[in-house]
């Protein structure tokens, strides 16, 4: 079939990588395995049977407890099954360290709505750096954000996760405020 045939001469060298642990006959070690286990473990406890809505501090508390799982498999970049717990982590990871900043933007967010003392333009200047070196594409990795509900809605490739929290929508409407000028 020709449409096939295209698709394989489209491939990159890239798409024909596989992990050590996808080649046949590979054999797990019992470190390996349990290893395993626990990022589906891990996986499976954000992934609760009801769509469950979860606050920042049950992320970090997510994040601390599977840490150590984490940089165990950061050594083991070459086993492509631990996959979808590394990027879920690191989703997460992404996340937390933008929300870390979430005092300095609900200050910026304050003094916005209160302009009176001093211009618009002297804001954005003085909350740039907070912009783009600490709160930048915050918004971006929701699939949906729900205004009225106040939750929102990030999909990965085998589940969506929900979050809620004023210390999200605040970051998210100080991106939309700092990327939309007019007020």
């Excluded at 394989?8 to 050590?20: A, K, S, W």
């Excluded at 979808?84 to 916005?112: D, G, M, N, T, W």
Aim: glycine content about 4%; some cysteine; charged content about 25%.
């Amino acid at each position: 079939d020709a449409k096939n045939w295209k698709q394989v001469e489209d491939l990159t060298p890239f798409d024909l990588c596989f992990g050590l642990d996808e080649h046949v006959g590979f054999q797990p070690s019992a470190d390996y395995l349990i290893l395993y286990s626990q990022c589906l473990e891990a996986i499976k406890e954000l992934i609760p049977s009801e769509t469950k809505v979860y606050t920042s501090n049950e992320l970090r508390s997510w994040l601390n407890k599977f840490k150590s799982q984490y940089l165990e498999v950061g050594k083991h970049f070459y086993y492509f099954k631990f996959s979808e717990f590394k990027k879920l982590y690191e989703a997460l990871q992404f996340l937390i360290q933008r929300l870390v900043h979430h005092p300095e933007v609900k200050r910026a967010l304050s003094e916005y709505h209160d302009l009176g003392h001093y211009s618009p333009i002297d804001w954005y200047r003085n909350y740039e750096r907070l912009f783009y070196e600490r709160v930048l594409c915050f918004d971006q990795v929701f699939d949906k954000i729900d205004f009225e509900k106040r939750i929102l809605q990030m999909g990965t490739t085998s589940a969506s996760y929900y979050f809620t929290g004023d210390d999200f929508f605040d970051l998210v409407d100080f991106n939309e405020i700092y990327t939309n000028p007019n007020p």
